[in-house]
């Protein structure tokens, strides 16, 4: 019983301290990153609105958000797409941000 | 023993780099975190990127908004979310500070749920000088949604008022000077 019981500490401590936040990025480094990078291009011209949507992870272990192309261009009320771009950011792996950037009409 | 007193040392090195690494990364109070800008074929385009700060009280919940503007147009495009637990149609947003209150109509965008509330996406146009004014204040000023239920008064707290204002002020300079 002392034997289960130490495993289970040590399995759920394994857990935690491995475990950590990964987010998408053209580039990534351990202790930081903040990097943006481009997604999309369309053959739609100019751009007067934007829009953003956002993603965030906590620990490997939480990951909430709807980072799509899609909530960004609702939030910034875009019918036709110009461009997008992304921008990740990670501390030490233990916060980690993804956030989608809708440029367009 | 003299290995181990060596090994420790040269880990309580890298765990102070890291830590100092660490605290200088989340100590910076750069604005560029707060901004995007495109160069676009009628001059620069920049979007204040999403900020918190201002809520209601009781069922109203909070506002956080972005502001995306030319750095050669009069106008700019404040696009909001507001979170509440009551059905509304809101119709105007004002802007008021000691000195000045600036009233403009809204747009719906789209309302959708989170949670137990109410999700509003509104848009509303005014003039670069006006939320300029507003944030120029050094009184903590407030933000009135009118919708068709009355009015709903939503305030912000001393501390971060400073931090918003600040940040703002130094965004429109950026702004004004391209």
């Given amino acids: 019983m002392k034997n289960l019981k130490m495993f289970s500490i040590a399995a759920v401590a394994a857990v935690m301290l491995s475990s950590c936040a990964m987010v998408k990025s053209p580039l990534s480094a351990v202790i930081y990153t903040d990097v943006k990078g481009p997604v999309a291009v369309t053959g739609n011209s100019g751009s007067s609105k934007v829009g953003t949507a956002k993603a965030t992870g906590i620990l490997g272990i939480l990951a909430t958000g709807d980072a799509s192309i899609d909530a960004a261009a609702k939030n910034g009320g875009i019918t036709k797409i110009h461009h997008v771009d992304e921008h990740a950011t990670n501390i030490l792996g233990l916060f980690a941000t993804y956030e989608v950037i809708v440029y367009g009409e | ?178």
């Fill in chain 2, 1 to 178: 023993m003299v290995n181990n007193s060596r090994f420790i040392k040269w880990v309580q090195r890298g765990v102070a780099l890291i830590f100092c690494l660490f605290s200088i990364v989340t100590s910076a109070q750069k604005i560029s975190k707060f901004y995007t800008s495109s160069l676009q074929a009628n001059g620069m385009l920049y979007f204040f990127k999403p900020q918190k700060g201002f809520a209601g009280s009781g069922s109203h919940g909070k506002l956080i908004n972005d502001v995306t503007l030319f750095a050669k147009s009069d106008s700019l495009t404040f696009n909001f979310s507001y979170f509440d637990k009551t059905a509304l149609q809101l119709e105007q947003i004002s802007f008021v500070s000691a000195t000045h209150t600036i009233t403009v109509p809204l747009q719906k965008l789209y309302v959708e749920t989170k949670k137990n509330n109410w999700h509003y996406r509104y848009s509303a146009r005014l003039l670069q000088k006006s939320l300029q004014l507003f944030y120029a204040s050094d009184k903590i000023p407030g933000i009135i949604l009118q919708t068709n239920q009355g009015e709903i008064l939503l305030s912000v707290s001393k501390r971060q008022w400073q931090k918003i204002a600040g940040r703002n002020r130094r965004l429109f300079t950026l702004v004004a000077l391209n």
